[in-house]
């Protein structure tokens, strides 16, 4: 669940500024893909875990609502839902997330559900559940030749394993700094041409096609809130992709989408509809 605070001004360490506005709105970075990819016309099945509090039961209602199936999201006893504290302020975000019941997405949870992982057209997996448990998908993916995308946040590093089983991997400038420490962004591109994709925010989004190094250019918008543009974006990405979309396209297609999510309130207010992206592009 997103707590989200807006403020005039972000505080500095101990400061107390006067916030405008408080919401609690459903979220998480797995989530958020969900229900991104759902609105833009995706058959979605989320595979996760909640607290069995008042937050899981609002999550597991807004899932349903956006028509995401959650088979596969179990409430965890005794535990709290995941919570991300966020401040929107001076045009852009500051989180702090908690996982708690995320913790318990663990390698023999994601087994119970490998069925659902072998069958997918693509697999989207993030960084706010255990690391083990990202390379236990990575190798599911890689034995049925399931396209795995990962988007690499919050960032750690990444086991060797899980970037060769990735077919796409989606962090952002500072991302990918960390994961591919002593490389130059030119250097981490051209060893993994058309498998890294580094997002540049307002810029757009940088690759290596192979030949040379392509920068595809996001869409001005007047933003309202940006929380929720990279889920938005990675969702996009890999319904294009699994549409059989080229990269071009689907980059395109990925960042129009994210374009929209940011004029409206909340990581998932602003997430459009298949309709809404084909409509602006």
């Known amino acids: 669940m997103d707590l989200v605070v807006t403020s005039q001004k972000r505080p500095d360490a101990g400061e107390t500024v006067l916030g405008e506005s408080f ?12 229900v991104a990819a ?8 989320m595979i ?3 607290g069995d509090d008042h937050f899981g039961r609002i999550i597991l209602d807004n899932f349903k609502a956006n028509s995401v199936n959650t088979q596969h999201v179990e409430p965890v006893t005794g535990m709290e839902s995941g919570t991300a504290h966020i401040v929107l302020a001076e045009g852009d975000n ?11 997405v663990t390698p023999t949870y994601v087994d119970k ?3 659902a992982i072998r069958s997918a057209d693509i697999v989207l997996i993030q960084h706010e559940i255990p690391a083990e448990t990202v390379v236990r998908v990575s190798a599911i993916c890689a034995e049925s030749g399931t396209p795995l995308l990962l988007n690499p946040a919050p960032v750690r590093s990444v086991p060797e394993e899980v ?8 962090p952002n400038e500072h991302e990918a700094a960390v994961l591919f420490e002593g490389l130059a962004p030119a250097e981490a591109l051209r060893k993994y041409p058309n498998k890294l994709f580094i997002t540049e925010g307002s810029r757009g989004v940088r690759y290596f096609d192979g030949e040379q190094e392509i920068l595809v250019p996001t869409y001005k918008v007047e933003a309202v809130d940006t929380t929720g543009a990279g889920d938005t974006f ?3 990405f890999a319904v294009a992709l699994a549409e059989g979309m080229s990269l071009q396209e689907s980059i395109r297609f990925a960042n129009r989408a994210a374009s929209l999510s940011v004029t409206k309130f909340g990581a998932q207010g602003g997430m459009p509809t298949r309709r809404e992206v084909e409509e602006s592009l």
Request: charged fraction near 20%; charge should be positive.
């Open 23 to 34: 919401k609690t709105v459903p979220g998480g970075k797995g989530a958020n893909q969900a």
């Open 234 to 236: 990675n969702a996009a």
């Open 48 to 50: 996760g875990r909640v």
């Open 38 to 45: 759902a609105r833009l016309g995706a058959e979605v099945t």
């Open 94 to 104: 500051s989180i702090v997330v908690v996982k708690a019941a995320n913790d318990e």
């Open 113 to 115: 559900a490998a069925e």
């Open 163 to 170: 970037i060769n089983h990735a077919a796409y991997i989606t």
